[in-house]
């Protein structure tokens, strides 16, 4: 980055506030999910069951009953919703550290060519990027004479894991970045090469960094793998629709997305504070 | 205490290089540098020698080009015109970054903010180097680092991480990290003056005791007692020149020069 100044005396403090805004712009998308949140979804939740069971016909069964009868199969899409998410930041993950470090490399072709693609998925919409990968990719493969089929939910975990990529490339330059200069400069006169630097010093210091980034973005995706219910996905949120549908009861819509919402909160909510604790304690650290 | 200090090293393959090489031919030799950040020219022709084992300070206000000599002379800052040779490194010859890696072998900086690695303790910041840039044995070099960090008094501080040190001990730790490259030459860069006045003296007993083992030293101070005490020679910087130099009693008690008096008269 080429940075001008007149006063070269105000070039630590220059690049301190680039140092902040480019840790604002990493962090400024976050979850900060709160326990009033879950209050209000539950209070929501009961508003709903309260609602539907008074229009309750004589001789159909109470509103806790239906949403019990169903919850092992919503229990199920659930599941699915969480092994999408797994895979795809797993997924996703590897190949953002590996963006994220060429967009810190020194070739200039690598870097801007990094820099692309990563703000390319990073900013394009969820669900555009979603749709794509459901059309782009062809619904079997043949390898060798043998035909592979892709199951829809393997083209959704690969069109969720794009964006991820680009937000971990970008969280690990941004950390690399968040790094003091002068860790570089005391690692360069101890005569350690840029590769040592990198991996001895720099990247080591960074884990801590990232990790709450990181696990804000496992956050974000996990509420996104509902996406997936729109290009056909038998996970929580399609499964959801059928229920509905199949008890056609129109009393039935709050109290049972409400529910479905309550899952997500009881799963995100622990990792949102856990984030807020590892930030808190790394924080103090530096 | 060490068993062998950092100074009177078994003669190591560079030693026995440099052998032939005239013994009063100065460590360091500045000569004429210029030296600019874009548009505005930090030295203006600096010229300077050291003889091996001396002990040079550099005093002078803010800003007069102290710190960027010292980055200088070990390849961290790129020179516009002049020459540094350090020992048998022509440093403003170097281009690439294994030549300026060997250089560094033989000079260690150590900083005003320590900049010790916040992820490793005490020992694995003294041992890291050694390990991995030198390739020495573990074994050995872990002896030596915690006779260093004994050296420096904080032998049962080894265990521990820099966030959980005083300034002069990360300082001090700083130090024994740079010897335990066993460079030829230490550059201070204003190492005290991030700390408070009580650990300052620690951290200058450090030194004290280095220079008097005979390490070539430059150190950049504003402790001006302590340089009157430790220097061989003095110089005054401001404005990107050397405006005087000499012998701390002579800089210090008859400066010729109105800037340096003036400077002294608002330090002392």
């Known amino acids: 980055m080429k940075r001008e100044s007149v006063l070269p005396v105000l070039l630590p403090d220059a690049s301190r506030l680039v140092q902040t805004a480019l840790r604002e712009r990493r962090d400024g998308w976050r979850v900060r999910l709160r326990a009033s949140h879950g209050g209000a979804l539950l209070a929501v939740f009961v508003t709903g069951c309260a609602i539907a069971q008074a229009q309750v016909q004589a001789g159909n069964p109470s509103i806790l009953e239906t949403i019990w009868k169903w919850t092992p199969l919503l229990a199920r899409g659930f599941v699915f919703n969480l092994a999408i998410s797994f895979m795809a930041m797993g997924i996703g993950s590897i190949a953002g550290l590996f963006l994220g470090y060429a967009q810190i490399s020194l070739l200039s072709p690598v870097r801007k060519t990094s820099w692309f693609v990563t703000h390319f998925f990073r900013n394009a919409p969820w669900l555009v990027l979603l749709f794509y990968c459901m059309f782009l990719i062809p619904f079997e493969v043949t390898l060798f004479g043998t035909k592979i089929p892709i199951p829809d939910w393997t083209k959704a975990t690969l069109g969720l894991a794009l964006p991820v990529m680009a937000n971990v490339s970008e969280i690990l330059r941004g950390a690399v970045q968040s790094i003091p200069t002068t860790q570089w400069e005391a690692a360069s006169s101890l005569a350690f090469n840029r590769r040592q630097t990198m991996w001895m010093i720099i990247l080591p210091q960074c884990i801590k960094r990232m990790l709450p980034p990181w696990m804000n973005l496992y956050a974000i995706l996990t509420m996104s793998t509902v996406l997936a219910s729109i290009v056909g996905v038998n996970e929580m949120m399609t499964l959801t629709q059928r229920a509905l549908s199949a008890e056609n009861r129109p009393g039935l819509l709050l109290s049972f997305y409400s529910y479905v919402l309550l899952w997500f909160f009881v799963y995100c909510y622990p990792i949102a504070r856990w984030t807020v604790h590892l930030e808190a304690r790394y924080a103090v650290k530096q | ?268």
């Not at chain 2, 010229?47 to 550099?58: A, E, L, Q």
């Not at chain 2, 803010?62 to 070990?74: A, D, Q, W």
């Open chain 2, 1 to 268: 205490m060490m068993d062998r200090p950092a100074v009177n090293k078994s003669p190591t393959q560079r030693e026995r290089k440099r052998s032939g090489s005239d013994p009063s031919r100065p460590i360091v030799d500045v000569a004429d540098v210029h030296q600019a950040f874009g548009s505005v020219e930090v030295l203006k022709g600096v010229s300077m020698i050291v003889r091996k084992g001396g002990v040079v300070c550099i005093i002078g206000p803010s800003g007069s080009g102290k710190s960027t000599l010292l980055r200088c002379i070990n390849g961290l800052v790129p020179i516009q015109s002049g020459s540094i040779r350090v020992a048998d490194f022509e440093v403003h010859q170097l281009r690439t970054d294994k030549e300026k890696i060997a250089l560094r072998k033989e000079v260690s900086m150590v900083f005003q903010q320590y900049n010790l690695f916040p992820h490793k303790t005490a020992l694995e910041n003294v041992m890291m180097a050694p390990i991995h840039v030198l390739h020495e044995e573990r074994n050995e070099v872990r002896e030596r680092a915690v006779a260093l960090l004994t050296k420096v008094g904080l032998a049962q501080k080894r265990d521990s991480y820099p966030g959980e040190l005083s300034g002069g001990q990360q300082q001090r730790v700083a130090i024994a990290r740079s010897l335990a490259m066993r460079p030829e030459v230490m550059l201070f860069d204003e190492v005290t003056a991030a700390l408070d006045p009580e650990t300052v003296k620690e951290v200058l007993n450090t030194i004290r005791e280095l220079a008097r083992e005979g390490m070539t030293c430059i150190l950049v101070t504003h402790e001006m007692r302590f340089a009157r005490e430790i220097a061989d020679e003095v110089l005054f910087t401001d404005g990107g020149k050397i405006v005087e130099a000499g012998p701390p009693a002579e800089l210090f008690d008859r400066p010729r020069m109105e800037r340096t008096k003036a400077f002294l008269s608002q330090v002392l």
